[in-house]
């Protein structure tokens, strides 16, 4: 494991969480650097929209590279990539395309464990099985599990808890560095996985759901704005040109 990742790996301390505020290219890179970023992410959100594509790994993987290539031309911080689903069908290329990523410079990759376009979550099995294959690589994966995606807070329980866990703790072995759990906004249940999860845990921030301070006293290791930034600034920009359109 290279030094970078070492140390980008060492960033995530439960109740003493890394704040990633995601971008999408070199120019958003550059903004967030000079706030006071310690690392840098991308949402493949954002990524996808900003070139005129969609989230799901329709933006193609040599374009994800370039976009990659051009932000670590900007900045000196450790850069983690989303890739979504690992951009493979085998473990096998799921390992060559995290490869690239991470010999251009990248540190760290989110990685999913359900395919583009799917609904239902890949066995646990298949799953760590492609989260090993990128941690081969020597990067820090930010194995994501979407156990709380489409549920609805009135159906949480001790189940999909369980679920998480049991996945984190697979995941764990597969040689993940964290354990990205997105969707969740009740701090019950953050603290219950952050106190099970054998990994550090990231949170997906959303309004509503806590102040930094509030999260890392749940225990959480890593917050991220994922697509947030990136909506934000799209919608200032359409309210500003509205207003010079508006002028006649």
């Given at each position: 494991m290279s030094n970078k990742v070492v140390q980008f790996r060492a960033m995530h301390v439960p109740g003493?969480?890394?704040?990633?505020?995601?971008?999408?290219?070199?120019?958003?890179?550059?903004?967030?650097?000079?706030?006071?970023a310690k690392a840098i992410a991308t949402g493949s959100y954002g990524v996808a929209e900003a070139q005129g594509f969609h989230d799901g790994e329709t933006l193609p993987l040599e374009i994800v590279l370039e976009n990659l290539q051009r932000i670590l031309s900007v900045t000196d911080l450790p850069v983690t990539i989303d890739m979504e689903a690992g951009y493979g069908d085998t473990p096998e290329e799921v390992r060559?395309?995290?490869?690239?990523?991470?010999?251009?410079?990248a540190v760290g990759i989110n990685m999913e464990d359900r395919l583009p376009g799917e609904t239902a979550l890949l066995p646990v099995a298949d799953a760590?099985?492609?989260?090993?294959?990128?941690?081969?690589?020597?990067?820090?994966?930010?194995?994501?599990?979407d156990v709380y995606r489409g549920k609805d807070p009135a159906d949480y329980s001790q189940g999909l808890i369980d679920e998480v866990l049991e996945r984190g703790r697979a995941y764990a072995e597969a040689g993940a560095g964290s354990l990205f759990v997105p969707f969740l906004g009740d701090h019950a249940t953050i603290r219950a996985i952050c106190e099970g999860s054998p990994l550090p845990v990231n949170v997906l921030w959303a309004p509503g759901r806590g102040t930094t301070a509030e999260l890392a006293a749940l225990g959480v290791a890593?917050?991220?704005?994922?697509?947030?930034?990136?909506?934000?600034?799209?919608?200032?920009?359409?309210?500003?040109?509205?207003a010079v359109y508006a002028q006649g």
């Open positions: 003493n969480p890394l704040v990633l505020y995601n971008i999408w290219d070199a120019g958003s890179t550059k903004a967030v650097t000079e706030a006071g060559a395309s995290v490869a690239k990523a991470f010999e251009l410079g760590a099985a492609r989260i090993a294959a990128a941690a081969s690589t020597g990067i820090h994966v930010n194995a994501r599990t890593r917050i991220s704005y994922g697509h947030g930034p990136w909506a934000a600034t799209m919608n200032w920009l359409k309210e500003q040109a509205q």
